[in-house]
């Protein structure tokens, strides 16, 4: 009996020795699994989980494992190591916070990780580093390789390829200028009287006929009559009255161009208000009338024009009243006309640019800078402009665009400052001031800049680029909306809509080297060779450093890029 015992007592302890006793096994790389397969950057980073299915009888109940993913590189050479957060998951026995596993029925674990990205991880593998703590005896494990590679194809979103936010003009080739003399007529009357026609401002607008006709940068756009009948008396006698005063009235002005001799005058066109009940209202809510609030009252109260004057002829008290103040300034015709200043021409406004830039207004300056693609010159033309105008944020503003566009961004932030000192308002300024903060990684204040930029034209560009840059995907594809440009088929790419960033792509004005490896990328996804091979040799034609990119680049894993 004793014998049977002492036997037993020893597997117990042969149990307990190879769950705590003997030093762990070496980890297989059958163990794990990542995910995503292979990496993606998110943003400017590479996040992914290593999910772990340990054996049964493997884990020894007393260990303590860290395990600490690492992206090992080597490009061209050169080797290097991005280590990640370590994880510790433990044995049974183990009083520690690691995710426990049992030695017995084995167990899972999960490591999740997120490194900054540089293009050298673009050629690396991941592997899982294990330091094992045992009873305070350390020991390491071989690495196990459990991922390779990073698509990096997010990185390829820009801030220097957004385009500033421009501070507009405003100059109008043409100006239209309008005038105005009115005719008044007497009670039920409708000739138009020479004590009308000889008042300063019938007088003063015939003039400017005149002045407008002879002058070559001037033209008449069209004369206007419109005539009107004050609303006493019937309807039916107040429509032929105003309908006699716009003839007459159109026939002065037709006789007066006739006689200054004015051929060129647009259209003469004419109209008739048979009773201005509208004009007799204004007229009303501004006289001092005694009792004005009840005529109003009887306005508002009646709409049939018949009943209306009944009704107010009926305030004896006040009738009187508007027949001398009111009712005589209804019966008029007013003569507009529209005149048209023709401003001066393209190619004169570059000339005096050329000859005499003093002689410029801001925006003509500023408006002579539109009229050219080369970045070049645009910079010379604003900078000239800040100089003539120093007090102009605009010409400031602009300046510093050119320079954004030529890869001075030392210059450009300066001349933004300048302009956000100038004027602190301008929206404008706040997003150029958001891009220089996107392109320096400082996130938080380049939200802030774009929120105070919210309204103008190209913000939608920089916010998308903002947004893809901080990994939110939703967001950049609705901040680009329907903007063609490279970074906005970047977010349709990532998000799988194949079809609308090909459309994006196709409809880019000025494709440039990004665009054509894009357009790879897109062929890649959709397994067209031809179009993978065709558009890269464009890119690297045009930039030869995506050369190196490519080659390395695993969105072109399936295809030989050899002979590229």
Not at 44 to 51: A, D, K, Q
Not at 527 to 537: A, G, H, I, Q
Request: aromatic fraction near 8%.
């Amino acid at each position: 009996m004793k014998k049977s015992i002492v036997y037993v007592s020893a597997g117990v302890l042969l149990i307990g020795l190879t769950g705590c006793s003997k030093k762990l096994g070496q980890f297989s790389a059958d163990f794990f699994s990542t995910n995503p397969t292979p990496l993606e950057t998110v943003g400017e980073s590479v996040p992914g989980t290593i999910h772990g299915n340990i054996p049964a009888k493997f884990m020894i109940k007393n260990a303590k494992v860290t395990a600490t993913p690492e992206l090992r590189w080597n490009d061209q050479g050169k080797e290097g190591v991005v280590a990640a957060q370590p994880i510790e998951f433990q044995g049974e026995n183990v009083r520690a916070n690691g995710q426990v596993i049992s030695y017995n029925y084995g167990g899972q674990i999960s490591i999740p990780f997120n490194v900054a990205y540089t293009p050298e991880l673009a050629n690396s593998d991941l592997y899982l580093n294990f330091q094992v703590d045992q009873n305070g005896k350390f020991y390491n494990l071989p690495a196990v390789k459990v991922g390779r590679g990073v698509i990096a194809t997010s990185t390829l979103a820009s801030a220097s390829t957004v385009r500033p936010a421009v501070a507009p003009d405003n100059f109008q080739k043409v100006i239209t200028e309008t005038y105005s003399a009115d005719i008044h007529f007497l009670i039920n009357q409708a000739n138009v009287r020479a004590s009308e026609t000889s008042k300063a401002d019938y007088i003063d607008l015939n003039k400017k006929l005149v002045e407008a006709n002879a002058a070559p940068n001037m033209e008449i756009a069209g004369v206007t009559v419109n005539s009107f009948a004050s609303p006493e008396g019937s309807l039916q006698f107040n429509t032929q009255l105003a309908e006699r005063r716009e003839k007459n009235t159109s026939s002065a002005v037709e006789n007066q161009l006739k006689k200054d001799k004015i051929t060129e005058f647009g259209e003469l066109t004419s109209s008739f208000t048979p009773e201005d009940w509208e004009g007799f209202q204004k007229l009303v809510e501004k006289s001092n009338i005694q009792d004005k609030e009840l005529i109003l009252s009887v306005l508002s109260m009646y709409k049939d024009p018949e009943q209306r004057e009944k009704e107010i002829r009926n305030l004896s008290s006040v009738f009187n009243e508007l027949a001398d103040q009111i009712l005589p300034q209804l019966r008029y015709s007013r003569v507009l006309a529209s005149i048209n200043v023709i401003g001066k021409s393209d190619q004169e406004l570059i000339n005096l640019f050329n000859t005499d830039p003093q002689k410029l207004t801001e925006d003509e300056i500023l408006y002579v800078a539109t009229l050219t693609d080369d970045n070049t010159r645009k910079m010379e033309i604003y900078r000239k402009a800040a100089d003539i105008y120093p007090a102009s944020y605009r010409a400031v503003n602009n300046l510093g665009l050119t320079q954004y566009v030529a890869g001075d961004y030392k210059s450009a932030k300066s001349n933004f400052q300048r302009a956000a000192q100038m004027n602190p308002s301008a929206k404008e300024v706040a997003m150029n001031e958001g891009l220089i903060s996107l392109l320096n990684k400082d996130y938080n204040k380049a939200n802030e800049q774009f929120g105070a930029a919210a309204g103008v034209p190209e913000n939608r560009d920089a916010l998308g680029v903002y947004y893809l840059a901080t990994g939110e995907l939703t967001k950049a594809n609705t901040a680009f909306a329907d903007s063609k440009t490279n970074n906005a088929a970047l977010a349709q790419i990532l998000a799988k809509d194949y079809s609308a960033a090909k459309n994006t792509l196709s409809s880019i004005a000025t494709p440039d080297a990004v665009t054509y490896y894009l357009t790879a990328i897109l062929g890649a996804r959709t397994n067209n060779e031809n179009m993978v091979m065709s558009n890269l040799r464009q890119a690297v034609k045009l930039d030869n450093n995506l050369l190196h990119r490519a080659k390395k680049d695993l969105e072109f894993a399936n295809f030989n890029l050899s002979y590229l």
